[in-house]
Nanobody, 122 residues
Framework: QAQVVESGGGSVQAGASLRLSCATS????????MGWFRQAPGKEREFVASIGWRSIAIGYADSVKDRFIISRDNGKGTVSLQMHSLKPDDTAVYYC???????????????WGQGTQVTVSS
């Protein structure tokens, strides 16, 4: 049974940085695409960033481009999301997902974590 577990969320001030981590088990991580999504209160879950298994295919939502960095460690089976210059609009539950292709499409991701809360205050 594959598992995806996020960690690293918290409450920070606007302008701060935060690093989210995602640990996986029960899947062939080195050939699995990974993605980060988020869901703000009252809004639908949206794409944040994705990374292919060779860390070549990387994509970001326009809203986080140039502020967030996604990376992965195939040896450890982990993926991280380094977030800089956080804004109140970044407040959301952040989800890590594992799937077939590093796309923005949620249906491409088969395994999802439970999410970790990120709160950014002004």
């Amino acid at each position: 049974q594959a598992q995806v577990v996020e960690s690293g969320g918290g409450s920070v001030q606007a302008g701060a940085s935060l690093r989210l981590s995602c640990a996986t088990s029960g899947l062939t991580f080195s050939t699995t695409a990974m993605g980060w999504f988020r869901q703000a209160p009252g809004k639908e879950r949206e794409f944040v960033a994705s990374i292919g298994w060779r860390s070549i295919a990387i994509g970001y939502a326009d809203s986080v481009k140039d502020r967030f960095i996604i990376s992965r460690d195939n040896g450890k089976g982990t993926v991280s999301l380094q977030m800089h210059s956080l804004k109140p609009d970044d407040t959301a539950v952040y989800y890590c997902a594992a799937g077939f292709l590093p796309t923005r499409v949620q249906a491409n991701y088969k395994y999802w974590g439970q999410g970790t809360q990120v709160t950014v205050s002004s």
